[in-house]
């Protein structure tokens, strides 16, 4: 058993980690949650370092540190395995996943969620999530046909289990998956499926669903509803994050139809932006 002070004292350090992260401060939310970390495995609670060096690489992968995030990642995966711990295991595997998609290794993202996914089979609050980057992945390298009922079954699964705020956001994945596939039809029906679920129940508005629809819009040849669906992207509640990936859509969208000077605008603006996400990430 951990000692009760040393116990309180991780509490406290990842409460405050969190809310370092929930603040957008994902560095000092790292150093925080490896400290958390070191301070559990000291004591001798593996399940808390496991879950501190998870955090970390999540904290690092927030801000497009695939170099920091992997070692973190890893480290919870090695401690996970010593324990047999199918739950840490899944939710390490599902975390490098996610950075190997990040830093456009798709092939070994398949392989990393498929793992994953042979470990949860009996967890149904991180199975979902696994699917999702094995759908990612599947989309990645072509194979949509593959990766749409994957995608379904995820945001099926988070329905019924009430979680409607992560089933959006797995939408509004498949949505820019569909996309990419040139799946418009696909892609406008999973976005609205999307918008009508956050509308009805009041869920917070995603900027990334927004910007699908006008993405599709103006692929469509529908410039006004295009336009109007760009704009209320940008007024919707954000994260910097996402804020940028609109105003470059929106940049590309006004390059097509010969509105140079607003795309250059739009571009520069970007840039400000994800200079203010982190100065080396390789959009800028």
């Not at 409607?164 to 029906?189: F, K, M, P, Q, Y």
């Amino acid at each position: 058993l951990v000692d009760p002070r040393a116990a309180a004292e991780i509490s406290r350090m990842h409460a405050s980690a969190k809310r370092l992260y929930l603040a957008g401060m994902f560095l000092e939310a790292r150093e925080t949650y490896l400290s958390t970390a070191l301070l559990a495995q000291r004591v001798g609670s593996v399940r808390l370092a496991t879950d501190g060096f998870n955090d970390a690489g999540a904290s690092a992968l927030a801000r497009q540190d695939a170099r920091r995030a992997l070692p973190d990642f890893l480290k919870a995966l090695q401690m996970a395995k010593a324990e047999n711990d199918p739950h840490r295991i899944a939710q390490a595997l599902n975390n490098l996943a996610g950075l190997y998609l990040t830093s456009g290794h798709p092939e070994t993202a398949l392989q990393v969620a498929s793992e994953g996914l042979a470990n949860a089979a009996t967890l149904p609050d991180i199975r979902p999530k696994l699917e999702v980057q094995q759908a990612a992945a599947l989309a990645r390298l072509k194979r949509f046909p593959e990766a749409l009922p994957v995608y379904r079954e995820a945001a099926d699964q988070l329905m019924e289990q009430g979680d409607l705020e992560t089933a959006a956001r797995v939408l509004a994945t498949l949505g820019e998956s569909a996309t990419a596939a040139n799946r418009l039809d696909v892609a406008e029906e999973a976005l609205d499926e999307a918008l009508w679920m956050i509308r009805v129940h009041r869920l917070p508005e995603y900027a990334s669903i927004l910007r699908g629809l006008a993405k599709i819009r103006g692929l469509r040849g529908d410039q006004r509803s295009a336009a109007v669906l760009f704009d209320a992207a940008l007024h919707a509640p954000r994260p910097i994050a996402t804020r940028w990936m609109v105003y470059a859509d929106r940049g590309e969208f006004r390059l097509s139809i010969n509105d140079a000077r607003g795309a250059l605008t739009d571009f520069d603006e970007a840039k400000r932006l994800i200079r203010l996400l982190r100065a080396d990430v390789v959009p800028v």
